[in-house]
């Protein structure tokens, strides 16, 4: 076959039900890869349980670094920083790394050449094998940067493997919100399955992820998670959905059993398949690969 197709698992805020949803789908996801892009807080590995066979680091950014030995303790680079970056220990001036921005001024400031701006790796990128299929995941430094470029990195590892596999499908669990990773988990998907719960802020941040992925030539899809919660405001947004012309794929209800099959380490599909939110999410990954079965006839 050719290049396999991309899907983003999104939404508008933490919380709704993401990464849980992103699980089920593997029970029914067959040869596929699976990607956790949510490098801030990566935690689909908690419920795949894979075995890492690789791992490397990437750029977090740039830090200054203070030579001791070249340091005549002048005091102009704790003057100069604007981000109180530069601490007086014992009669010596040190970097601290969780502050320092790597702006690089102490660096051309200092009369002694002492300092020197140097690259962190302290951004990390694994690669694992689960009992679901092939996995990479990313994890951002404390304190650190470069979140976007990061995903884009894990993205671009899980390509080459899906293509080496020749895999059909590369099923991707996004960071909430609409900020830098998320833009680079979405770039160049096939679709894009927003899950938001019903409560006006999630209809507003679904709102928000809509307009955002409207500028990207994804389709996007939109599944209501724990709608018998409050079962007006779930009309409501299936209905404002309806307005907008956004394809509501299904409404998984509330079940405690999804916090059992967690805490088991399971996803839901696994931990009780017969039980009725697995039957929805079996139901709505039916759907999705009828759209993409859809879209092969249109081409052909």
Same mark, same amino acid.
């Given at each position: 076959?050719g290049?396999?197709?991309? +899907? =983003?698992?999104?939404s508008g805020?933490?919380? #709704?039900?993401k990464?849980?949803?992103?699980?089920?789908? =593997?029970?029914?996801?067959?040869?596929?890869?699976? %990607?956790?892009?949510?490098?801030? =807080? =990566?935690? /689909?590995?908690?419920?795949f349980?894979?075995?890492?066979?690789h791992?490397?680091?990437?750029?977090s950014?740039?830090k200054a670094?203070?030579?001791? !030995?070249?340091?005549?303790?002048?005091? /102009?680079?704790?003057?100069l920083?604007r981000?109180?970056?530069? !601490?007086?220990? *014992?009669?010596?001036?040190?970097?601290?790394?969780?502050?320092?921005?790597?702006?690089?001024l102490?660096?051309?400031?200092?009369?002694?050449?002492?300092?020197?701006?140097? !690259?962190?790796e302290k951004?990390?990128?694994?690669?694992s094998?689960?009992?679901f299929?092939?996995?990479v995941?990313?994890?951002?430094?404390?304190? !650190?940067?470069?979140?976007?470029?990061?995903?884009?990195? %894990?993205?671009?590892?899980?390509?080459n493997?899906?293509?080496?596999?020749?895999?059909n499908?590369i099923?991707i669990?996004?960071?909430?919100?609409?900020g830098c990773? %998320?833009?680079s988990?979405?770039t160049?998907?096939?679709?894009?399955i927003?899950?938001t719960?019903?409560?006006l802020?999630?209809?507003h941040?679904?709102?928000?992820?809509?307009?955002?992925?409207?500028?990207?030539?994804?389709r996007?899809?939109? %599944?209501?998670?724990?709608y018998?919660?409050?079962e007006?405001m779930?009309?409501? +947004?299936? *209905?404002?959905?309806?307005?907008?012309?956004?394809?509501l /794929?299904?409404?998984?209800?509330?079940?405690? #059993?999804?916090?059992?099959? /967690?805490?088991?380490g *399971?996803?839901? #599909?696994?931990y009780?398949p017969?039980?009725?939110i697995?039957v929805?999410?079996k139901?709505?990954?039916?759907?999705i690969?009828?759209?993409?079965?859809e879209?092969?006839?249109d081409?052909?």
């Amino acid at each position: 076959m050719g290049r396999p197709y991309e +899907i =983003a698992i999104l939404s508008g805020k933490g919380g #709704t039900g993401k990464t849980s949803i992103t699980a089920a789908f =593997a029970a029914f996801a067959s040869n596929t890869v699976f %990607v956790d892009c949510d490098v801030d =807080a =990566a935690d /689909l590995h908690l419920i795949f349980s894979p075995e890492n066979y690789h791992h490397e680091t990437f750029p977090s950014g740039a830090k200054a670094v203070i030579d001791p !030995e070249k340091c005549k303790n002048c005091g /102009l680079c704790r003057k100069l920083c604007r981000f109180n970056a530069i !601490e007086e220990i *014992k009669d010596a001036f040190v970097i601290d790394e969780f502050t320092c921005e790597g702006c690089g001024l102490c660096s051309e400031a200092c009369p002694e050449g002492a300092i020197t701006i140097e !690259e962190y790796e302290k951004n990390h990128i694994y690669f694992s094998e689960s009992r679901f299929g092939p996995m990479v995941y990313g994890k951002l430094g404390i304190a !650190e940067e470069n979140s976007g470029k990061l995903v884009s990195q %894990v993205r671009i590892y899980a390509k080459n493997i899906a293509l080496k596999n020749d895999s059909n499908y590369i099923l991707i669990d996004g960071p909430p919100g609409i900020g830098c990773p %998320v833009i680079s988990s979405v770039t160049g998907t096939d679709a894009i399955i927003a899950i938001t719960e019903p409560t006006l802020s999630g209809w507003h941040d679904l709102l928000r992820l809509i307009e955002m992925t409207n500028r990207f030539h994804s389709r996007i899809f939109v %599944v209501l998670n724990k709608y018998d919660l409050n079962e007006e405001m779930a009309a409501k +947004i299936e *209905k404002e959905l309806k307005k907008i012309k956004i394809p509501l /794929l299904g409404k998984i209800p509330y079940n405690e #059993t999804m916090i059992d099959s /967690l805490l088991e380490g *399971k996803s839901i #599909t696994e931990y009780k398949p017969d039980c009725d939110i697995s039957v929805e999410i079996k139901n709505i990954w039916e759907i999705i690969m009828s759209k993409f079965t859809e879209a092969k006839k249109d081409k052909a």
